[in-house]
DNA sequence: TTGTACGCGTTATCAA
DNA sequence: TTGATAACGCGTACAA
């Protein structure tokens, strides 16, 4: 039915081993033989097995892609520029979506490496962050990349944006406007990026002399809803926000969501700031001003240097971008 | 290092292809037998490996989802159900992204089947409809199954909504509110389910005695700039829709930034009415009167289809749902 | 109900 | 620069 090796070496007159030399780009291969081999595997449109390389070789020719996050676009563009790597090298990606709260994550991940035999993994937050996971991971020897690691950065390698600063930079864009009361929703407290955008936030209101106001911070969870619950709080408060900075887009879109149902003027009676790939900021309106974070490319370069011959843990850092559309200083 | 079924054979004192047969659920295992093997199987945390299974047996435990679609939550969805059906039966999920427009499609399929030895497939729109891709697939004799085919029903397995009557209901919603003029955002040309659509809002017009009107229909690609620029153009038209259907939520959410940026209120000045699965359709504002498409339960089916063993080519229809949210009667 | 021997399609080892 | 042959870890057929 389907050809195997050993067909492609009669058909081209050379041994099994001589095709598997070529396929795999070896060295000492005769020119012409090579080109022989080429033409027969061409012409018979034959595929290897990943099935016979992996459990032959010690490649699988296969990455692990562990991911769960709230907002599908994440996941979206990770899985995008994840997988345009990996078709520079015909690789596969096996995207394991994972459930956080699940007692089945480590099983599940544990699968991927134990049962597919991948060549390497990527994790993204808050998995990256998980110890018994990386224990797993370390004691099974496996090269992981880590998206966003939020603990011990020299375990793995990594890539990520300065989470800190760029929530520095939005909130030093709000309060160069002229806001003092600023809104802030937290992500979900999985995430270590929800910790240091936070962080940023309070650097940038301290900076104009500006205290912490419990009563305008709410914890959040990345998602539509539980933005729109914070806003529907901080909103009914006596002295509300003049504007409010979300840890990421979809929680912005809730913030809006509600201070339209509230009649509210956007941006006149309040700014809102999100966080995002900035899929979603555009959806919305008006159109949100964002810190915009490359997902994409963190997923292509997250590839890259699990695919790369790389030694060492190298860490990437890739540059955010704030964009303003839609925000104006306190009425 | 990894532990084999060898090794879990010793352990428990059987032989290897009762431990084997334990694995796989077979019949004539002695009850405490398989209770000291799966207790064995446990205590090492014993994971066969997908490489051996698939090379050996018939089965590789996997399946492929082939899918591309323009909308990020599409995808998200289409995975989650396929992946929580499959977690059923401990089967991974393989999920290939491809491009609809690249001559690479029918090689990247062929890729999965061959290379990755599928169980079986499932298809999304557009390459559902595509004949070399069907051809090479029932040329390799594999198990597929459709979502929302537009062709050859009796070909694969397939799960689907009713499109048209979908679009007819909402059309007949926005007459039966008293408009019109409604204006008319195609899909994508290359998914048969936009004509679907289409000819849904056809029959719903002929139904109330309006014939089409070529300048409220606008052609879109399933995303959120062709819904925009598709609302510029009707939206300057000297006598501009009341109404406007959009294909799906994405185009939808176009049209509504381009409205409200020329200041119209909505819905009194225009009515916006989209179709999808309903998660982008809370976010914007006011929020969509949509057609709900159950996408995540699509996917469910599918892959219940594939995983059982069935035999015929069944075919499921899912029913939608109408949500209408802002919509009213034209000013 | 259990065990033995063989083969799946490829890579690795070592010899030619 | 090439080729013969032994693994890889599991399922299958058949024997016990």
Not at 142 to 158: D, F, I, M, N
Not at 167 to 188: K, P, S
Request: with cysteine; proline share 5%.
């Amino acid at each position: 039915m389907k050809a195997t090796i050993k067909d492609v070496a009669r058909e081209a007159g050379v041994s099994i081993k001589t095709v598997s030399r070529v396929l795999n780009h070896e060295r000492y291969v005769g020119k012409d033989t090579r080109a022989r081999v080429e033409a027969t595997v061409a012409a018979m449109g034959f595929r290897p097995s990943t099935a016979a390389r992996a459990l032959a070789g010690r490649r699988s020719f296969q990455i692990g892609l562990a991911c769960d996050n709230p907002s599908p676009y994440y996941v979206y563009e990770m899985q995008s520029g994840i997988r345009d790597r990996c078709q520079q090298d015909g690789v596969r990606m096996l995207a394991q979506p994972y459930d956080r709260d699940s007692d089945r994550l480590l099983k599940d991940i544990a699968d991927l490496v134990d049962g597919a035999r991948v060549d390497g993994l990527i994790l993204t937050p808050p998995v990256t962050d998980f110890a018994p996971v990386l224990a797993m991971l370390a004691d099974r020897n496996v090269r992981v990349v880590r998206v966003s690691p939020g603990t011990s950065p020299e375990l793995t390698a990594s890539v990520f944006i300065d989470n800190q600063a760029a929530a520095l930079a939005m909130t030093r864009h709000l309060t160069g406007l002229g806001h003092r009361r600023i809104g802030f929703v937290q992500g979900h407290p999985s995430f270590a990026t929800s910790a240091q955008r936070f962080e940023g936030y309070r650097v940038g209101l301290a900076e104009v002399g500006v205290a912490i106001d419990r009563a305008l911070v709410r914890k959040g969870a990345f998602d539509f809803a539980s933005g729109a619950e914070a806003a529907e709080v901080m909103l009914t408060l006596d002295q509300p926000p003049t504007a409010i900075f979300a840890s990421n887009d979809d929680m912005a879109a809730g913030i809006l969501s509600i201070a339209h149902r509230r009649g509210l003027n956007i941006p006149g009676d309040l700014s809102v700031a999100g966080f995002g790939d900035d899929a979603l900021a555009g959806y919305v309106w008006p159109p949100l001003t964002t810190v915009r974070q490359p997902t994409r490319m963190l997923g292509f370069v997250a590839a890259d240097l699990l695919l790369m011959p790389t030694t060492g843990n190298e860490r990437r850092e890739l540059s955010f971008e704030l964009i303003v559309r839609a925000s104006t200083g306190p009425a």
